[in-house]
């Protein structure tokens, strides 16, 4: 008797297909990793128009990061990739990080990154799925990159949540601010690069640089995303 095949399912395009990649079919996935702008904004690494070099954002507020990077946009495919990741305990699909690795080490090259950090996920995510998706990424970019890893960034109270709902980007702020916290052991880095899974609107990742700067825990702070959030 034949037995019927059933064929995956692309998490992004919802087609079946023969087969998958993290979760994705092959013309998802090609879309996901060609991502790469040719010029990009120098603080946070927003794709750009030719010509300009900082982004809407960048120009309007105080940035405390130095720089930053991230692999694709957090829309189509890559919001379903990231699904995945966080909420279908599919973290082997970090390694999707493999297919940008020669990006990322532009990046990372002629930087001066004492160690590499990572924004704690909520207590929420934390105790309902028993990781960290930042925290798995710093891991595998700590012995990728050959740096040292090291936790300084702790949350008083399981905050994501409280962001979830759509709040305004004050009411983001103050929620931010409050709950994190950065500790130091008295020696100031060159620089660090702090991880974390999604930019949606560098609220967190501005706060956590600004803490780790008022701490005088680093001259430096980069960061790294995997997705941010791109506007069309
Ligand atoms: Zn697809
Ligand atoms: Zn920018």
Redo the contacts with the bound molecule.
């Keep these: 008797m034949l037995e019927k095949i059933v064929f995956p399912l692309c998490n992004c395009c919802k087609k079946q297909t023969t087969e998958t990649k993290f979760g994705l079919c092959f013309s998802c996935f090609e879309k996901l990793i060609s991502f790469n702008p040719e010029n990009r904004?120098k603080?946070?690494g927003?794709p750009l128009e030719k010509g300009s070099n900082?982004?809407g954002?960048?120009f309007s507020r105080k940035s405390f990061f130095d720089a930053g990077f991230f692999l694709f946009p957090y829309s189509e495919c890559g919001k379903a990739l990231i699904h995945s990741i966080k909420f279908e305990d599919k973290l082997e699909y970090l390694e999707v990080i493999n297919f940008f690795i020669n990006q990322l080490t532009d990046f990372i090259n002629g930087k001066e990154i004492d160690f590499i950090t990572y924004v704690p996920s909520s207590l929420f995510h934390y105790l309902s799925r028993g990781y960290s998706v930042p925290r798995e990424l710093a891991k595998r970019l700590s012995s990728f990159f050959n740096i040292p890893y090291k936790k300084i960034v702790y949350t008083k109270r399981p905050y994501k949540k409280l962001l979830s709902k759509s709040k305004s980007v004050k009411e983001r702020k103050s929620i931010v601010g409050n709950f994190f916290r950065v500790k130091s052991d008295g020696r100031k880095a060159n620089g660090i690069l702090l991880v974390d899974d999604v930019f949606t609107t560098g609220t967190t990742v501005n706060t956590v640089a600004s803490l780790v700067k008022k701490n005088n825990v680093a001259e430096k702070v980069y960061f790294f995303t995997l997705s941010m959030v791109v506007k069309d």
């Design positions: 904004c603080y946070c927003y900082i982004c954002r960048c």
